[in-house]
């Protein structure tokens, strides 16, 4: 089975040779490398591009670079455009991989027992497991989350990390799969696309698989390894990423939400603001205190985005929130 792997990338030339460089170390694997640049008029990523070609040129016909539109989403559904293969697998341009983990990618599609399997993720050994903090603890006593299970969703969008997974083997079902590493059968996802209104810290992750796992399962595999650097290279300031996560999950919420759940919205904005706001106080900074008020500005407008959205679309003055089916 061919494997399209999708690289978006912005000006980040070092994480990104360093992961074309696991890629290249691939055995067994039948893949094509798509790397979608959002630089612009900014040359570094080609010229890293040419130069890594240069000393591996056995990977050059498998390799295209592909110019698109600064922003993940666009930048992803870009990919998705100009992929070839029965596997989609989105890779974050800071991710290096274990030599064996594309050839066991395509031999887990391909078994009988995970036909239903509409896409997979891997274990990052760089991060998991992180640890479940007072203020996820918070969350769910209040109930502004589903129970601290690991990759759990509710309907409404609201997630629990999946790095709190403690090291396993095996596969675990999970509700999404996160952005630094999502491989799917392409039959699954068919022509689904990201939600190119997403900013890049907005979950466009988990927008897009949890679309995807209405209608297959959703894994991830504890024996499947990779990391994830987190290169802070390009990334966007704090409070901007805190903002545009905030975002995604107030637009994700609008997306899910019926007419009956708008009292659940204001509900979800007071208290996800409370705890942010004691989370401040365990070591109070300003950075704490403009993140935690940017969370929830953010929030509102993705939230406000969706429902503006809806009605241009419809010319209705007060859209009914419909689950999306």
Not at 7 to 23: D, E, F, K
Not at 248 to 269: H, M, N, P, Q, Y
Request: charged share 25%; with cysteine; aromatic share 8%.
């Amino acid at each position: 089975m061919l494997i399209s792997v999708i690289v978006c990338t912005y000006c980040r030339t070092q994480a990104l040779t360093n992961l074309l460089g696991s890629l290249a170390k691939q055995d067994g694997a039948d893949f094509e490398v798509l790397i979608v640049d959002g630089s612009g008029e900014n040359l570094s990523v080609r010229i890293a591009v040419e130069t890594f070609l240069r000393d591996r040129p056995s990977m050059r016909a498998n390799l295209r670079l592909i110019g698109s539109p600064k922003g993940l989403t666009r930048q992803r559904n870009c990919g998705l455009d100009h992929a070839r293969g029965e596997i989609i697998c989105f890779l974050d341009d800071d991710v290096t991989l274990q030599p064996d983990v594309l050839r066991r990618v395509a031999e887990i599609f391909v078994r009988p027992d995970f036909s239903d399997v509409g896409g997979l993720t891997a274990y990052d050994l760089h991060n998991y497991p992180t640890p479940v903090t007072v203020k996820w603890r918070l969350r769910r006593w209040l109930r502004i989350v589903p129970k601290l299970v690991p990759g759990a969703m509710d309907r409404l969008g609201r997630a629990v990390p999946v790095s709190f997974l403690k090291r396993f083997d095996g596969a675990r079902e999970i509700a999404y799969l996160p952005g630094f590493f999502m491989a799917y059968r392409r039959s699954a996802i068919g022509t689904l696309r990201f939600d190119e209104q997403l900013p890049t810290y907005a979950g466009e992750d988990r927008d897009f698989s949890f679309r995807a796992g209405r209608h297959a399962r959703l894994l991830i595999f504890g024996d499947l390894h990779v990391r994830h650097h987190y290169e802070r290279e390009s990334r966007e300031p704090y409070a901007a990423r805190i903002y545009q996560d905030g975002f995604g999950s107030g637009r994700i919420f609008a997306k899910c939400a019926r007419k009956t759940d708008r009292l659940e919205l204001v509900r979800f904005l007071v208290l996800d603001a409370l705890v942010n706001l004691l989370g401040t106080l365990q070591r109070p900074s300003v950075a704490k205190l403009q993140g935690a008020v940017a969370r929830t500005r953010g929030i509102a407008a993705g939230y406000r985005s969706w429902i503006a959205e809806r009605q241009s679309k419809t010319g209705a003055p007060r859209p009914a929130l419909e689950e999306i089916g």
